[in-house]
């Protein structure tokens, strides 16, 4: 159906690369994408099973304009930049993408002043087309806003788009134009002879002239590898409250309140596939692994909801909630750079928010960077920039669908009644390189409708111990560990 090939590239045991890539969310990815260009020997490398799982699997999924963060910083340099190449972006790795605008809403009249400073940032940092609204033009934008709302900050370049679906689109166009992808395999050490940099992973040793630190929270651990921890990366909380699309049209632009010192404030927002969001919240921990969401932030976000929005009975259509966290570096800013204690380590560290934004920026800054260090660079003449997406049952012309199931009758076998995904779409899914529950949720969107998966899960765990030949038993939900079934053989307690 596609070029696509599957994930998990044969590894040998002792194996060579011009560049090795440490981490597949959206900033590896990106690089993977812009190294394939070139006619280079690239490994990407994540310790998941699947690709984008870190910061990259749980955020809000919007491409700012770039007028949010300070403008001396890179944070607030690289965010306009990388905005302006989404939509050619998107058009060649057929990523739904919606240019749709923000809106940044203020409840008084003291609140003004920020807008007014968010607006010298935008002129700064060469966003196009802000302005402030007025009350008349903000409630005739947004008809069900409270009130309340005095002024509003636009932006119409602000965009919506799936981070998970442009992470999985990218690697699988950097693969299809050579880049090898190694998922399951933890880099547990770094060492350096004259000739290169030796990593040492779980599933053997790669040696290479040049290391890609893109480890989000864990770049930190990276550095250490290295012989000293140059920065120290801690996570920050956002929590989110996902709706139904059954909500209807509430707006049709992204609603920001006004931002605090460690957040954009928190948005409300349509997602690109239609249904609504809100979050996140902003809270500093600790514990890298922590992904459990807690009453007061739900509700610290569902007030949000609640408050710009009292017409809307919002608790009637919550269908889930998440979390994510956000790797943030000591000084609060991404860190872009040749490591100083090894030669050919290159961090690319501490990238919160706008993380998604920049990654082209981000991207195209690193390939800088390993030009200065001394990288060759010869065009790959075969590079490809198209993927095709999995052609989808849902949205498509009455003829599109036709054809679709003419050409394999798999197409008119409806698995995910909430989100209309065909059989064949998660054949091909499986196909793509996705093994488990979320594998095939992240690339079909199986189980993110109403019912969360309450129909589909024994469909779809059907399908993957069909196509994968493996007993239901061994099926999960996202790795080892997080087994559906009571597992007798396998000896996991776990239901
Ligand atoms: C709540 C929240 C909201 C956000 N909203 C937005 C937004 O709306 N717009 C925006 O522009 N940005 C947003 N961001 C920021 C954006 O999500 C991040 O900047 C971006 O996802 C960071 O990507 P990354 O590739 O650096 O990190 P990650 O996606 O975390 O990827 C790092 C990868 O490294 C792998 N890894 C780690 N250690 C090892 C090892 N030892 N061996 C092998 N692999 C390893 C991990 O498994 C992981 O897959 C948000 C972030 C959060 C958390």
Known sequence: MSDSPALGTPFLKESRADVAIIGS???????????????LNTILIDKEVDVGWGATKANTGIIHAGYSEDPHTLRGKLCAPGNRVYQQLCEELEVPFKRIGSIVVSLNKEEIQTL???????????????????????????PHLTPKAVYGFYAPTAATISPYGLTIALVENAQANGVNVLIQTKVLGLKKNRQAIILNTTSGYVHTNFVINAA????????????????????RKGEYILFDDATGEITDKIIFSVPTPVSKGIVF??????????????????????????????KKVLNFAEYFFPEIPFKRYIINNFCGLRPIA?????IIRPSYNMKGLIHVAGIQSPG????????????????????????????????????????????????????????????CRCETVSEAEVIEAIRRGATTL??????????????????????????????????????????????????????SDNV
């Open 25 to 39: 969310g959206v900033i590896g990815a990106t690089i993977a994408r812009e190294l394939s260009r070139y006619k």
């Open 116 to 142: 007014c400073e968010l607006e010298n940032h935008a002129k700064i940092c060469g966003v196009p087309e802000t302005r402030i609204l007025n009350r008349d033009e903000l409630h005739s934008v947004i």
């Open 216 to 235: 989000g929270l864990w770049a930190d651990e990276i550095s250490a590898m290295s012989g000293e921890k140059e920065f120290n990366i801690h996570p």
């Open 269 to 298: 927002v349509p997602f690109v596939e239609g249904n609504y969001a809100v979050g996140p919240t902003a809270e500093d921990t600790e514990d890298k692994e922590d992904l459990s969401t807690s009453f007061k932030g739900l």
């Open 330 to 334: 000591d000084e609060n800013d991404f």
């Open 356 to 415: 998604l934004t920049a990654a082209p920026a981000i991207a195209s800054m690193v390939m800088d960077i390993l030009m200065d260090q001394g990288l060759k660079l010869t065009l790959n003449p075969y590079f490809n920039p198209i993927r095709r997406a999995i052609p989808q049952i849902k949205g498509s012309e009455y003829k599109t669908k036709e054809k679709l199931i003419k050409a394999n009758s798999k197409y008119g076998h409806i698995v």
């Open 438 to 491: 979320d594998g095939v949720k992240f690339r079909t969107r199986c189980g993110m409708g109403r019912c969360q998966g309450g129909f589909c899960t024994p469909r779809i765990m059907e399908i993957l111990s069909r196509e994968l030949h493996i007993p239901l038993e061994e099926i999960s939900k996202r790795n080892k560990g997080s087994w559906l079934i009571k597992n007798k053989v396998l000896g």
